[in-house]
């Protein structure tokens, strides 16, 4: 066995549908079933999905004060009053603030933005920020991705005479802001048919409702937000995100031209991933870091000097960011490996005073990945005694839900079902956290806290061909609600594997199934290749690609996860060193097992960290569970049946035949009865004869071995043949024929030669039939023995 690291959750489809999918639209079958697994089965429906190439966009005044918000930006723009674009400080955040601030100067507005500092200010909307603008003189503020939680600060606002439009996506509270406007896909008296938008597509259509146009120019800075923020990339943010991508690839704009240089990445290459791992990290360096403002400006220069400067400033700020989050990350693990309680701690909640307030959350993310628990990071402010926090979920915890539980010590906090921001006194930390895991405790099984792998299809090696993995492009692009397709391969036999990479930490395979193969790669899985035996059949989770090199282009599967569902025995037959081997057998569940006492001694197993169990007798070896063990062979039994004993009709997970032994019953001489004929006549010519004297002389007479002499010695005394004392053996008188089977000694001596020849000498897929004989319930073994009868 060899257990997922994951629990795969895998999609059915409708095999009806699919074959009638792939006729009308001459799909590859693969592409087909992916379309039926996510809900897409009308024929229009996926035809739209996959090749309109002019998509619609719903109508911007459907948004609620949609219209209310444009006729007050228009006065604005007709009065020159000052506009304040109020952002937020992440890629979402000042992507929303680029196309905000790009629709207002089109339409020759006066307009600045600001974006607070993740420091000094916090998230969002602050009394402060508002009283500055309004003694600069600005009349009207246009909150882009942020503002729906600012209760106070929209009647701070009304005081001051301002007029506050808030344009915003994160979840609405019970209460919401007294603002003039919000433009929200999910207002309560929404009527908007999408209520997925990012921050930076609302902004988005509020340009279209301003421009009186889709603002097509601005799809490349709404796909960076609508990727970088994680929201699902389905209905309009699909379409937002694969125009945008377009159009990054084409981009005439100095600061998304500067940032593929600085990033050494090609701008006619780039795609989701690229948004998601290369800009979006960039954007958002500056923002955690210190100030957002160098990001926003970058999308909006139209100078290559100054736009290249700026996208070296953010790339050497990430540069910066990324070895901090590493310091932090290594020392948030170990403050929760010293207090976790895998039974006990339900929600991770760490903190520390100095740690980097702008980083707590991708951190927060790291710490998901490695306990699978929900977590908040908190930065701890001592004289402010503050704590500001970042928190990230799993499935089955909704984030938002469960902190609105506990407003009452959140003074500030907001965010969606898996990620989650907050404020909280420090006195309030432990509160927290003790709130936080009793809810956990209530809604979260032993199960949930396992990661799920969502499988999209399942598939065959006879699915997977160039022409199948090319259009599966026609899928893109990926992201949540529309993730990377992930296939299942079950039952594949491994023709070659190895582990690859500077420290051996990768995995290389060749799969195989008939006539059919397929490359598999998979990072960081370098250690499972000491965890399958050589005949294992794999199932395997990934994603399809092409692999080219040389100029060959070949299908191949990046592998995220793999298990092996039957029993697997791995032969270390040949005393291969321990200490080669020993440590990778897995801790949980091994038994080390030894049948003779002084194979303790001879193979120093003392300085080994491992428990070993010393099975004497049948009783020891039937009482002793192996069912879903690790178990190991250390040595020989003396007698086969203890092994059967042990193994017969348990499921270990693993068997580890090392069979360490002394003597080779095997190849010494074996007597066929022609030696016993002799020897016998040889003592009835001699009647008695000196073993001890001369049986050395008359074994090497013969051209045997002294055991031999001494083997036969001992089975003519068994079947009372003869006498033996003080090494002098004499013949005795015999009355009855008696059959060589009749002696203990013979019999012991031909087990011991059948159990080499069948545990030592044998082939491997030999000693894998045996065990596998061993392990059949008694009721399979019988009814298979009928058969033969």
Known sequence: MLDSKTRWRVSNSNDVVVESMTKQLNIAPLVAKLLVNRG?????????????????????????????????????????????????????????????????????ANAQFYIPNRFTEGYGPNEAAFKWAAAQGFQLIITVDTGIAAVHEASVAKELGLTLIITDHHEPGPVLPDAFAIVHP???????????????????????????????????????????DLVPLLGENRLIAKNGISRLRTSKREGIQ????????????????????????????????????????????????????????????????????????????????????????????????????????????????????????????QEKGLAKGS???????????????????????????????????????????????????????????????????????????LDAIR?????????????????????????????IGADQQHLKLLLTSGDYTLDGIGFGLGDCANHISPDSKLSLVGELSINEWNNIRKPQMIVRDLCVDHWQLFDFRGHKPLDQWVLQVPKQDQAFIVFQEETIE???????????????TETDAIEFNTYNKNIVLLDLPTDADLITKLIRGQAPSRIYAYFFHQQDHFFSTFPTREHFKWFYAFL??????????????????????????????????DLEFVTIKD???????????????????????????????????????????????????????????????
Not at 366 to 376: C, D, G, K, Q
Not at 393 to 406: A, V
């Open 258 to 381: 500067a940032l593929c240089k600085v990033s050494e990445i090609e701008q006619s290459e780039i795609n989701e991933e690229t948004i998601g791992f290369v800009i979006a990290p960039r954007l958002n360096a500056a923002g955690r870091l210190g100030q957002a403002d160098p990001a926003a400006e970058l999308l909006l220069s139209d100078h290559e000097e100054e736009a290249f400067d700026l996208a070296t400033e953010i790339n050497e700020l990430n540069q910066e960011r990324q070895k901090i989050v590493n310091e932090m990350t290594k020392e948030a693990i170990q403050m929760v490996e010293e207090s976790f309680q895998p039974d006990d701690t339900k929600v991770i909640v760490v903190g520390k005073e100095g740690w980097n307030a702008g980083v707590i959350g991708i951190v927060a993310s790291r710490l998901v990945e490695r306990f699978y628990r929900p977590t908040i990071v908190l930065s701890y402010d």
């Open 684 to 717: 009835a010519k001699r009647k008695t004869f000196d073993l001890q004297k001369h049986g050395d002389d008359l074994a090497a007479y013969r051209g045997w071995s002294r055991n031999t002499v001494d083997f036969i010695s001992q089975v003519f005394f």
């Open 727 to 789: 090494g002098l053996i004499s013949l005795n008188s015999v009355k009855h024929k008696r059959d060589l089977q009749e002696s203990l000694t013979y019999q012991r001596k031909q087990a011991q030669y059948k159990m080499e020849k069948d545990l030592l000498y044998s082939s491997f897929h030999e000693l894998r039939v045996w065990f596998d004989q061993l392990m059949k319930p008694s009721a399979q073994y019988e009814e298979e023995a009928i058969k033969w009868i």
């Open 40 to 108: 897409i089965e009308n024929i229009d429906e996926a035809r739209s999905f996959l090749f309109q190439e002019e998509g619609h966009y719903f109508d911007p005044f459907l948004l609620h004060d949609m219209e209310k918000s444009i006729n007050r930006i228009k006065i604005a723009i007709e009065n020159e009053e000052p506009i304040l674009v109020f952002g937020d400080y992440d890629a979402d955040g000042v992507s929303s603030t680029a196309v905000m601030m790009s629709a207002l100067n089109e339409m020759g």
């Open 602 to 616: 001879r193979l120093q197993l003392s300085k080994y960290p491992i428990h070993v169990e010393h099975i004497q």
């Open 471 to 499: 259009q599966l492009d026609l899928l893109a692009p990926f992201g949540t609600g529309n993730p990377k397709p992930k296939v299942l391969i079950e039952q594949v036999e491994v023709q070659q594997l190895r582990q």
């Open 391 to 465: 928190a990230r979920s799993i499935e089955g915890f909704h984030l938002f839900n469960q902190l609105s539980e506990c407003r009452d010590i959140l003074p500030h906090f907001g965010g969606h079902p898996m990620a989650a921001g907050m404020t909280l006194s420090i006195e309030h930390v432990d509160e927290l956290r003790a709130r936080l895991n009793r809810q956990a405790a209530q809604i979260l099984s032993k199960e949930d806290f396992i990661p799920i792998t969502t499988v999209n299809i399942k598939i065959g090696l006879e699915d997977v061909d």
């Open 186 to 228: 999910k207002h309560p008296d929404s009527i908007y048919p999408f209520k997925e938008l990012a921050g930076v597509g609302v902004a988005f259509k509020v340009a279209h409702a301003l421009l009186n146009k889709v603002p097509e120019h601005l799809e490349d800075l709404a796909a960076i937000g609508t990727v970088a």
